[in-house]
């Protein structure tokens, strides 16, 4: 079955995904970058929403490296604390031998009215092939849609994961103000809940989640929930939240 969701997942994608990789020179692609380099930052467009507004990945760092990670700063509409986060880390200090990839936005749709799903009235993170059932209607807030990965944000993440297979994968959502244990590694998840200082707690799994499909696709990985507490983290708090995070690169 895992095989089968690779393959459903990567044919449709292959031209997109040639797409997204980094053009460097060989030489430089052999080269480490020297401690107080500056970052290489690269930034590509993934592909549009529903309503064709563009979504965008931005890597820093060093794309040779074995240490990946991939920030998702807003996947419900009217959760979007967290692009302020995903903002922070495209100019804070990375770990030298460290590459990030951050999604600021991945439901601009939903971001722009202010609701929980995207334009068509899916539920994001109900559209991913996880134990993935039909739930609710177009327009209700758990609305799965009308099969996996059906909707084209879904679909951008979902290729742009099997591609990259990030060695952690953090989806910030709100507004519970804690850290999930999201079936990923609980010593990385404890981890980051302690640098932030959010408490460590086991939230329910829902059939099309996008935490428990990584981590069942690719059960080396940890994928996990960041839930945010409710209204804005300010430039303070959306500066402990990337410390937090560079924090996980940096023990690698």
């Known amino acids: 079955m895992r095989r089968l969701l690779l393959a459903l997942i990567l044919l449709p994608a292959a031209l997109a995904l040639q ?29 549009a929403s529903v309503q064709r507004r563009p979504i965008v990945v931005l890597e820093r760092g060093d794309p040779d ?8 700063g807003c996947i419900h509409g009217n959760e979007s604390a967290g692009i302020a986060v995903a903002e922070r880390l495209e100019s804070v200090p990375l770990p030298d031998e460290s590459d990030i990839w951050i999604v600021e936005n991945a439901n601009p749709d939903g971001v722009a009215a202010d609701r929980r799903t995207n334009a068509h009235g899916v539920d994001l993170n109900r559209n991913f092939p996880w134990r993935w059932r039909p739930q609710g209607r177009p327009g209700e807030p758990h609305y799965s849609g009308p099969r996996p990965l059906s909707e084209p944000e879904s679909r951008l993440l979902a290729r742009l994961i099997v591609r990259l297979r990030p060695q952690v994968t953090v989806w910030f959502h709100q507004p519970y103000g804690v850290v999930d244990e999201s079936g990923g590694s609980i010593a990385v998840e404890r981890r980051f809940a302690s640098l932030v200082g959010l408490p460590l707690v086991r939230l329910a799994r829902y059939p099309g989640g996008a ?13 996990f929930v960041v839930e945010l507490p409710p209204g804005s983290v300010g430039s303070t708090g959306a500066a402990r939240y990337a410390r937090g995070l560079t924090s996980l690169l940096a023990r690698g």
């Open 19 to 47: 797409a997204l990789a980094p053009v460097r020179p060989a030489a430089a692609r052999a080269k480490p970058r020297a401690r107080g380099e500056a970052v290489l930052t690269r930034t590509r467009t993934l592909g």
């Open 65 to 72: 490296t074995r240490v990946h990670m991939l920030i998702v």
């Open 211 to 223: 935490t428990d499909w990584q981590n069942s696709l690719f059960p080396r990985t940890t994928a």
